[in-house]
């Protein structure tokens, strides 16, 4: 699996923009970029995620640049629940086979009032 | 819908005791995945299937654990005996290739101590 870079961890104030990076500079042609986040004490939450083009549902906002390289999950407006630890994973798509998430450290998101 | 559900929630056992997880996947997902998480090590692998086929079980620590997935709508982890490092939350997840984004999704954790 290609590997994944994001910081360790980010500060954001309550209903501002939180824009969390992640770098992916070795991604192969056919893998997606996953998103999800981890709430204290539950379970990994899907969050988004693209292939080349931005993407947008109704929890965030996925940026991914023309290279593929890198890319950004922003959520439009934090709130105090937003708080969690963020992985950004690159994984085989729509492939037919089944293929495995590979989590990393992630970015530890704190949000305040 | 229901999500992937997990049983037990909590379970304190005592070492050398046999522990069973539970895990009901998505009804109509094809695949499903179990990951331990504990501070150290952060979230693992421990074994996939795809159509209840073992599919990379290279993720399991070591004899003690063993994984079955007897029908598509129902997989369990055993460890046999338990010991004291075996204590971390358990993960069950399950996709399905035909639906949009192969996406992975997970159930709540079965946390496990043991003493």
């Known amino acids: 699996d290609a590997k994944t870079t994001q910081p360790t961890s980010m500060d954001c104030a309550e209903g501002r923009a939180a824009n969390l990076p992640c770098n992916h500079s070795?991604?192969?042609?056919?893998?997606?970029v996953y998103w999800y986040r981890q709430i204290h004490s539950q379970g990994p939450q899907y969050i988004i995620h693209?292939?080349?083009n931005n993407e947008t549902n109704e929890m965030a906002s996925l940026i991914i640049t023309e290279d593929r390289k890198s890319s950004t999950l922003i959520l439009p407006h934090a709130t105090l629940r937003d708080t969690a630890v963020y992985y950004c994973?690159?994984?085989?798509?729509?492939?037919?086979?089944?293929?495995?998430?590979?989590f990393g450290t992630g970015t530890r998101l704190q949000v305040t009032l | 819908d229901a999500g992937v559900i997990q049983s037990p929630r909590h379970e304190v056992t005592e070492m050398g005791q046999e522990v069973t997880l539970r895990c009901k996947p998505i009804s109509g997902h094809n695949s499903l995945f179990w990951y331990r998480q504990t501070m150290m090590r952060g979230l693992e692998l421990l074994i996939y299937?795809?159509?209840?086929?073992?599919?990379?079980d290279s993720g399991m620590p070591e004899d003690r654990f063993s994984a079955k997935m007897p029908n598509a709508s129902f997989s369990t982890l055993k460890i046999q005996p338990s010991e004291p490092r075996d204590s971390a939350v358990y993960f069950c997840?399950?996709?399905?290739?035909?639906?949009?984004?192969?996406?992975?999704?997970f159930g709540e954790g079965s946390w496990l101590t043991v003493v």
């Open positions: 070795t991604i192969s042609g056919n893998e997606y």
């Open positions: 299937f795809n159509n209840n086929v073992p599919i990379d």
């Open positions: 693209g292939l080349k």
């Open positions: 997840a399950s996709s399905s290739q035909r639906s949009s984004g192969n996406t992975i999704y």
């Open positions: 994973i690159v994984r085989p798509g729509n492939t037919g086979t089944a293929s495995k998430l590979t």
